[in-house]
Nanobody, 125 residues
Framework: QVQLVESGGGLVQPGGSLRLSCAAS????????MAWFRQTLGKDREFVAA????????YYADSVKGRFTISKDNAKNTAYLQMNSLKPEDTAVYYC??????????????????WGQGTQVTVSS
């Protein structure tokens, strides 16, 4: 059973930075996709970014392109989300998600089989 453990959320001022981590256990190395989604109260879970374990292709939502960077460390089975130039509208619970096989529908939450517990990111002065 794949388990995902997130860390790195917190409170930051507008314009600041945070880095989220998602450590995966129980999964084969170097296959599939890992992604970050976010959710605020009363809204659907929103795609943020995804990375392909094999080859490292990355994908971003338009709202975060140029500000957020997703990366991975295959040896550690860990993915990261570096968030710069944070805005109040980035405030949300951030979830990492994992899929063992690649899918071109990387932006759709229902293609992911495993989810982390979520970490709160609050951008406020």
């Amino acid at each position: 059973q794949v388990q995902l453990v997130e860390s790195g959320g917190g409170l930051v001022q507008p314009g600041g930075s945070l880095r989220l981590s998602c450590a995966a256990s129980g999964r084969p190395f170097g296959t599939g996709l890992m992604a970050w989604f976010r959710q605020t109260l009363g809204k659907d879970r929103e795609f943020v970014a995804a990375v392909r374990w094999a080859g490292g292709s990355t994908y971003y939502a338009d709202s975060v392109k140029g500000r957020f960077t997703i990366s991975k460390d295959n040896a550690k089975n860990t993915a990261y989300l570096q968030m710069n130039s944070l805005k109040p509208e980035d405030t949300a619970v951030y979830y990492c998600a994992d899929r063992l096989l690649y899918s071109s529908n990387y932006y759709a939450s229902d293609v992911y089989n495993f989810w982390g517990q979520g970490t709160q990111v609050t951008v406020s002065s």
